[in-house]
């Protein structure tokens, strides 16, 4: 057996397919998806799409891509998004809501990355010439930057409500939803009674290579098609990549649960160790601790790294470790091993 030159704890994005996974993608039908003639990428959209409790799907090259997509075909210029402060879609998208979709931005605090009805009802902009007006609130779940924080569709059902009230669209950036589904139990079929469009990884906890799927009403979906070609996200026989995704979903949820219970076994090793100032809670595969005293994140994760160790830095003194699908117990040992050595 070969021995692996690194663990590799810095994103869910990471891993490489599988053998199984590599021959589903050699043996998809595909067609030319610009015509709408791929039969692999329209199975992939539609299993999403009928999972999740829409009418249809859009395939993305990215997470980023179905997040922007989605945002501009709910929105015009001049409009107002409620997001929360540690938002994907404002941290880590380039500043594409800005460019992209010219928007004007709430951001919100608190609730591990839940933004709650009574949240939304005290940011809407009254009418008012001076104000931007509020369309669009976009939830994430789970919260990457709360640490992999899982919310309970119920929330959603509460927010939907006030979102419904007051003519306003409800999104989810659900990049990680399969790790939240994991720990709730919720149905996915529950997320179509709770938002207007969902945004799904199939690249993070799932494990295929490439991909995210957009999912909404039919002509919500038709327009984000639009706009995903003009986006230049108009990919051809692309079911050659969706084919990993569909793989993924029929053979990789279940084992979610195995990311979930190592990155516990992360947690409580780090509680124990004396240069651990704080670790976030852990619900799903993302741990985040802060580093005691002065130690800096870069000092720290190069450590790790000579060892073989690879981290991702989150703040000056934060750090995140990341479990999936190519990190086994084994593993785990040794980072912890490695961890209270240093
Ligand atoms: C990874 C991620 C995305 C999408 O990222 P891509 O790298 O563009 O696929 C979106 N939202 C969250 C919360 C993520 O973690």
Request: proline residues 4%; hydrophobic residues 40%.
């Amino acid at each position: 057996m070969a021995i692996k030159p690194v663990i590799d704890l810095r994103s869910d994005t990471v891993t490489k397919p599988t053998a199984d996974m590599l021959s589903a993608m050699n043996s998809a039908p595909l067609g030319d998806d610009v015509f709408g003639e791929d039969p692999t990428v329209n199975t992939l959209e539609q299993r999403l799409a009928d999972m999740f409790g829409f009418e249809a799907g859009l395939f993305c090259p990215s997470g980023t891509m179905t997040n922007q997509v989605g945002i501009k075909a709910h929105t015009q210029p001049l409009q107002e998004i409620i997001c929360h402060r540690e938002s994907h879609i404002y941290n880590y998208e380039g500043g594409g809501l800005a460019f992209n979709s010219q928007l004007s931005m709430r951001l919100l605090v608190g609730n591990r990355g839940l933004i709650t009805a009574q949240q939304i009802l005290d940011n809407i902009n009254p009418e008012d010439i001076h104000r931007p007006t509020t369309t669009l609130v976009s939830q994430e779940n789970t919260s990457n930057r709360e640490g992999g924080a899982v919310h309970r569709v119920t929330e959603y059902e509460k927010t939907y409500v006030v979102c419904q009230q007051h003519g306003l669209k409800h999104h989810l950036d659900g990049a990680r939803i399969f790790n939240a589904l994991a720990v709730t139990g919720d149905s996915p079929a529950s997320y179509g009674n709770t938002f207007d469009s969902v945004s799904i990884c199939l690249s993070k906890g799932l494990g295929a290579p490439v991909g995210s799927v957009l999912v909404g009403n039919k002509d919500f979906i038709k327009l984000s098609r639009r706009i995903r070609k003009v986006f230049g996200g108009g990919m051809r026989q692309a079911g050659v990549i969706a084919a990993a995704g569909l793989y993924a979903i029929d053979n990789h949820i279940e084992r979610i649960a195995d990311d979930h219970r190592r990155a516990k076994q992360l947690e409580e090793a780090l509680k124990s160790l004396p240069y651990i100032a704080e670790v976030f809670a852990v619900d799903t595969n993302l741990v985040i601790f802060r580093l005691a005293d002065d130690m800096l994140a870069d000092t720290f994760i190069s450590e790790l790294k000579s060892q073989g160790v690879l981290a991702i830095k989150m703040g000056p003194q934060m750090v995140r470790f990341v479990t999936h699908l190519d990190v086994d117990d084994a593993d785990i040992d040794t980072t912890i091993k490695v961890l209270k050595s240093l």
